[in-house]
């Protein structure tokens, strides 16, 4: 009956009630936003790279090889030798092995060379593969694969001829052998879709005519005779290797960083990310933090507005003592009534968000690549709002301590 | 009920204070108590209630020493057995009246006791009050001040609680509904057999009660120095 009589006076004052729960609704919305962006972003960021056993690359430190080869961000220290990567595919534990060779650019883009066999291995958001979206695979050496936001920011089509800069930051253009758009791929929301694919004969090929970074003067070997060229390579960036048995990781691990011929470096994806994520974690702590204090705040809110009803319901507790109420049944009215509208408050909240998410959902994946999933609230999710209960129900105390106060001096006579 | 040479002090204003060296009332009777504003009526209601406890001398209802109980067992004391109306606002505005009835026995487990079933017992106070039955479900805050007075009489009558104490009852209402809510109040109370003590300023209701006592008769105000 008490809970019906505050749900009762709760319906009555329906207008700041219903603005202090939206308050609360807004925060616990934005805070459990927040948390499932996090959550997304650090799930899309651990699956950028799936399905790849190890990474190998120069020897360096396992975030950088992690960063160059995979986020195309930094710059390797050193090339492996093509002797070496042929070394390690040739070992037994070593069930695929795709080079990845950088170091060229097209406008802002990284040029990678690599193999066709990269559209296969190459996996994401646990174990997709990467689609075409228009044309096919490069067929020939001059053919190029584009990802989905080199394609969409340089507005290039199908057959497009591009140029591939030298260097990264450079203006000097292997501009003597063009290069056509054979593909272009959808969007991952990984760093796949920043990158310009080349075969790695293709990255071979348009260093033809050049020694040491710079072109030969006078020299130019035309398309038709660079395609009858073996076009081995020297040296590649790094590799993506697959083993036959997962038992067998640590020890090709183990293999390639002991190789004795060349300082190599062999890396787990998955923990190398952990690591990554960590040092990108600070600003997810200080993101929780601000959207923690929203919620603060609204509860905060909500204490005001039970402070300044407690006026005008002097009259209502009054009754509630002549009945026999004792003040102990008002503090705990009160408690109830904040309780309940911090639950309210938090349900809705979660409401808005799942509303939210079904809205904006596409919008994010397609804009971001960050795949934000709809799932039945978690247990984190539950936590957030028992957490919210639970501090309205505990700010909610202060008032009510003071209405506990007012009830045992006014008795049941109250003079307004 | 008695009070014996009571003695009441408020705590901010020390120069006033009321005395009542002896006040009684016979059981199932009604007794009128007049007296002018600021006489120190609702002090002695609070007195008999229990929300407030004399620094001198002895209040009994029943036979109990209110000030002998502590302080949860004087509300839980009130709950069980009286019966309070006041001049208005005595409702909760925005439960329904049958909610409003009913509230006292939430606070009383013996007086809930005695109603079999509540909410019959509330229809059949209502129909006997004059109200139709289907105010039962209504918004107590949706009615007018008359039939609120006679919900809180409702309120006041169920369970039938030894003592009903009224407050100006019926200084809100018009002269007729003054008429039938009195009629009705005293016809209730006698059927249930509870003493009723109405306290009000209006000297001509008292031709109806078995007894009228002058607020002046029973105290002795006095200033006290500090």
Partial sequence: ?416 | MSLEDVCYRWGGRASFALNIPHFQLSKAGSVLLLGESGSGKSTLLSLVCGTITAQRGTVRVGGTDIASLSAGARDRFRAEHIGLIFQQFNLLPYATVLDNILLPLRFAPMRRARVPSPRAAARALCLDLGLPPETLTAQAGRLSVGQQQRVAAARALIGAPPLLVADEPTSALDAATQATFLSLLFAQARASGSTLLMVSHDARLGAQFDRVVRMADITQTMQVRP
């Fill in chain 1, 1 to 416: 009956m008490i809970l019906r009589l505050a749900l009762a006076s709760l319906r009555a004052r329906l207008l700041t009630v219903g603005m202090t729960i939206l308050a609360i609704a807004l925060s616990v919305a934005l805070f459990s936003g927040v948390e499932k962006v996090r959550t997304g972003a650090k799930a899309s960021f651990a699956d950028t790279i799936s399905g790849t056993d190890l990474i190998m690359g120069a020897r360096s430190g396992s975030v950088q090889l992690l960063l160059y080869s995979v986020f195309r961000i930094g710059n390797a220290t050193n090339n492996l030798t093509w002797e070496s990567y042929q070394d390690i595919a040739a070992r037994p534990e070593t069930d695929w092995i795709v080079p990845i060779s950088l170091g060229d650019s097209h406008r802002q883009f990284r040029v990678m060379g690599t193999t066709t066999e990269f559209f296969d291995r190459y996996k994401f958001r646990a174990g997709r593969s990467l689609i075409l979206a228009e044309g096919a695979v490069m067929d020939d050496v001059f053919d190029t694969v584009l990802g989905a936001d080199v394609a969409a920011t340089l507005g290039y089509a199908i057959g497009d001829p591009i140029v591939v800069a030298h260097g990264l930051a450079s203006f000097v253009d292997h501009d003597n052998q063009p290069f056509r758009v054979s593909g272009i791929l959808e969007k991952t929301g990984t760093p796949v879709d920043r990158t310009v694919i080349v075969s790695l004969r293709a990255i071979e090929a348009i260093h033809v005519d050049w020694q040491n970074g710079a072109a030969i003067p006078g020299q130019s070997t035309s398309a038709q005779t660079i395609r009858q060229m073996a076009l081995e390579p020297q040296a590649v960036t790094a590799a993506l290797i697959g083993v036959k048995s997962r038992l067998q990781v640590f020890g090709l691990q183990r293999a390639i960083n002991d190789y004795p011929h060349e300082p190599l470096l062999a890396i787990l994806p998955g923990v190398a990310l952990q690591e990554l994520w960590q040092i990108v974690g600070i600003a997810e702590t200080a993101l929780i933090a601000v959207s923690g204090m929203v919620v603060v705040t609204a509860l905060i809110g909500m204490m005001a507005t039970i402070f300044s009803s407690l006026n005008e319901r002097r009259r209502e507790m009054a009754i509630f003592r002549a009945m026999g109420a004792r003040p102990r049944v008002i503090l705990s009215l009160l408690i109830i009534e904040a309780a309940v509208m911090a639950a309210i408050g938090a349900l809705a909240g979660l409401g808005m968000l799942y509303l939210g998410l079904l809205i904006a959902q596409p919008a994010i994946d397609a804009s971001f690549g960050l795949w934000l999933p709809i799932e039945p609230p978690s247990l984190r999710e539950l936590q957030v709002v028992l957490g919210v209960v639970a501090a309205g129900a505990i700010v909610s105390v202060g008032p009510a301590l003071r209405a506990y106060r007012m009830s045992l001096a006014d008795g049941m006579m109250v003079r307004i």
